[in-house]
């Protein structure tokens, strides 16, 4: 390892919990002053390090670039693969992953069930926006709901389907105040669902997760028994995705 190297992202680590000045950084290392000034020269040409006042270093705007640049290209599905994972195997239920993508909302990741009744979702296929928990996640905090909500169309697929425009906003108010949505065997009337969001490193909701349920394996209070299990393993895909705020969002097919 690069004994410099090495030095100076000890010196943007400890720089990392507040400005710091010479000395400080110094005994940060335990190196003579004089090390660590050229050390802090070179971080400063490259803007990772800013001088604030006479005594006093920084971290400087190329690493808040460099971070946002890297939770920019972040793949939502890979950062959320383990969390989505390890839900699928304790729970052994169907796992999804959907995201909204030009006005559809579409599954772009999903663990199979351990149970002999399978789900016909896949990977790439087209979710209904009027009847399933992932897309009330995905559409819930958009600021243009009330104008897809308006010109949505609503077919009855069920006894249980949404059918209204009043209707679905107001269960998008419900996911709003709860934190979660839920499929009350609104798409196939054997099947009921609950999803959470997972979100970006501003807040913002960029993916879905939901687990989907034979009625015949659990019940709707079975199913909502899920739903703090579901809430953890989308605070850890949205960890992964770099949002570090509070849990707003409470437990999809989603």
Known sequence: MSQSLDRALTLLRAMADGRKTLDELAAVIDVHKSTVLRLLRTLEEHRFVQREGVRHYRLGTALFDLANRALDDLDVRRAAESALRELN??????VHLASYEDGEVVYIDKYDSTHPVRMYSRIGRRAPLHCTAVAKVLLAERPEAREIAARMEYPRLTA???TTPADYLAELELVRQRGYAVDNSEHEDFIH???APVRGQRGQVIAAVSLSVPKVFLDYDGLIALV???LATAAAASTECGWTGDE????GQG
């Open 228 to 230: 703090p299990r579901l």
């Open 89 to 94: 195997l304790e729970t052994g239920h169907t």
């Open 248 to 251: 707003r969002m409470a437990g």
């Open 160 to 162: 249980n389907t949404i």
């Open 193 to 195: 669902c609950v999803a």
